[in-house]
């Protein structure tokens, strides 16, 4: 599977075009993605993109960046958007670490944490996307309206995501924990992305697993 895509990589690359950014630096200096009047959202792990193209298409005046890791998965989102005419997102490939001093501080109106990996094991907690060295940076770039939601089918990774928020001063308004079991909402409340399904999230809901959600918002500092 990772030698398929690999192989297929250059050619996402091009077709994705300017909708994928090639580096850290560029992704600053796009003024017409920043441009001042636009909201801007984050997905940290986009993965394939499902997630973030509907909610783009849904709400076409806001801007729209996926992050992920894996360059085959942020080529693969940008020439999804491109292809179906989204000219309202953006990808870029780094480790979401890696960006502090890249993303622009009080920027970004939400960030959206769709199942990102659980990592079991205890000695890995520092990799979960929730871990207190994450959301200082969710902080840092959250605007003052600024929010975080999270979904994942992981019910200990999800109650310890709360911890951490908590733990650092963060309210925890929304919890829910059978998202979308009688259906799943058309409401589009705010670019709310809790009845907006992910890759994963049709994944799971097939073989009927619980679906957890959260909505989070920073200490009021700025
Ligand atoms: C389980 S997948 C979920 C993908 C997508 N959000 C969905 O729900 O379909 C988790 C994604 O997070 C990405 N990821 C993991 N750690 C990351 C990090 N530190 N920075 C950016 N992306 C990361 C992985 O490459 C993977 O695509």
């Known amino acids: 599977m990772r030698i398929r895509r690999q192989y297929r990589l250059p050619l996402y690359q091009q077709r994705a075009g300017n909708y994928l950014w ?25 993965g394939r993109g499902a997630f973030l193209c509907q ?11 996926g992050v992920d890791i894996e360059p085959y998965l942020t080529a693969f989102t940008a020439t999804r958007a491109r292809e179906a005419g989204l000219k309202n997102i953006r990808t870029l490939s780094a480790d979401i670490s890696t960006l502090m001093e890249h993303l622009p501080r009080h920027r ?13 094991h205890r000695r890995h907690e520092k ?7 994450f ?13 975080l939601e999270q979904k994942t ?6 109650a310890w995501s709360i911890q951490q928020f908590q733990k650092v001063g963060w309210s925890v308004c929304e919890i829910e924990h059978h998202v979308g079991e009688n259906g799943l909402s058309t409401e589009t409340c705010s670019y709310s992305g809790k009845y907006i399904q992910t890759d994963f999230e049709a994944r ?11 909505l989070a918002i920073p200490p009021k500092t700025l």
């Not at 090639?22 to 997905?43: G, H, I, R, Y």
């Not at 959301?135 to 929010?147: H, P, S, V």
């Open 22 to 46: 090639n580096s850290a630096e560029s992704l600053l200096n796009d003024t017409d993605f920043w441009l001042p009047e636009k909201q801007v959202c984050m997905e940290v792990g986009c």
């Open 153 to 158: 089918d992981n019910g200990p990774f999800f």
């Open 204 to 214: 799971f809901r097939q073989e009927g697993l619980t679906i957890h959600y959260l």
């Open 55 to 65: 909610l783009a298409s849904q709400f076409p005046d806001i801007h729209f960046l």
């Open 135 to 147: 959301i200082q940076l969710y902080e840092r770039w959250l605007n003052k309206d600024g929010a």
């Open 108 to 120: 970004l109106t939400r960030i959206y944490l769709n199942f990102s990996d659980p990592w079991p």
């Open 127 to 133: 990799r979960r996307l929730t871990h207190p060295r």
